[in-house]
Nanobody
């Protein structure tokens, strides 16, 4: 079974940086698409960055130029590098990865969610 485990969140001062990681377990054949979402307290979950493997990434306007989405297929890990962080970036961040994997019933393609990692940016 495919599982995603996130790490890298924490407390950082405004202007600082964090790198979030999202690592897949299981027999991963291909990472098709990566999305990073965030959900601030009292707000809806929003998409902040996405990338289809082999294509250019897309970013929400308010993180463009500050966040970078990437992936390392050999490590089965996707990343969100967050720079010049602002207090309004405070949220729980979730990875969503479209993966083709070999499972008990054969090869399948599914979206999977990480458990979320909390990012707090102090002013």
């Amino acid at each position: 079974q495919v599982q995603l485990v996130e790490s890298g969140g924490g407390l950082v001062q405004a202007g600082g940086s964090l790198r979030l990681s999202c690592t897949a377990s299981g027999i991963i054949l291909h990472i098709n698409k990566v999305k990073w979402y965030r959900q601030a307290p009292g707000k809806q979950r929003e998409l902040v960055a996405e990338m289809t493997t082999g294509s250019s990434p897309n970013y929400a306007e308010h993180v463009k130029g500050r966040f970078i989405i990437s992936q390392d297929n050999a490590k089965k890990t996707v990343y969100l590098q967050m720079n010049s962080l602002k207090p309004e970036d405070t949220a729980v961040y979730y990875c969503n990865v479209d993966i083709t994997a070999a499972q008990d019933r054969g090869i399948s393609r599914n979206e999977h969610w990480g458990q979320g990692t909390k990012v707090t940016v102090s002013s």
